[in-house]
């Protein structure tokens, strides 16, 4: 009689080699907090490369300042102010869809919205 090892016990996947230590490390532990599926894995590894997009961003924003001078010498935003705003926005979606914090995904309520929401100017 043949014995075949079980391959539906499946390993630790590694952090991805191209995030930052600091992510890889946070990848680690999300893994040995939270029991993850083959998709959620997925979500977790852009989140983890929105956060790291962010950290990129924010440190030539502290380096070189959020405006430029154009050739007409009139300031400019620098293109890492939109890459950061847009790299936040989507880890904090996607920690949401993960729900780490405890509270089921997108069945969760959200907080209501205001009176005057669609109404301001």
């Known amino acids: ?5 079980d ?3 499946a ?4 952090a991805p080699p191209h995030l ?3 992510t890889q490390k946070w990848w680690r ?3 040995a907090d939270f029991e993850l ?4 894995l997925r979500l977790l ?3 983890a490369e929105a956060w790291d997009q962010a950290q990129g961003a924010r440190e030539v924003l502290d380096r070189e300042g959020q405006t430029f001078t154009d050739r007409f010498q009139q300031p400019k935003e620098r293109p890492e102010v939109g890459i950061m705003q847009n790299a936040r926005i989507a880890f904090a979606r ?5 729900a780490l914090d405890g509270v089921d995904a997108p069945e969760a309520p959200r907080a209501p919205r205001t009176a005057d929401y669609g109404n301001r100017r």
């Open 11 to 14: 390993k630790t996947p590694k």
């Open 94 to 98: 996607l920690l949401r869809e993960l």
């Open 37 to 40: 599926e083959g998709h959620h």
């Open 20 to 22: 930052r230590p600091e």
């Open 45 to 47: 590894q852009l989140a």
């Open 1 to 5: 009689m043949a014995f075949w090892k």
């Open 7 to 9: 391959k539906t016990v």
């Open 29 to 31: 532990t999300v893994l």
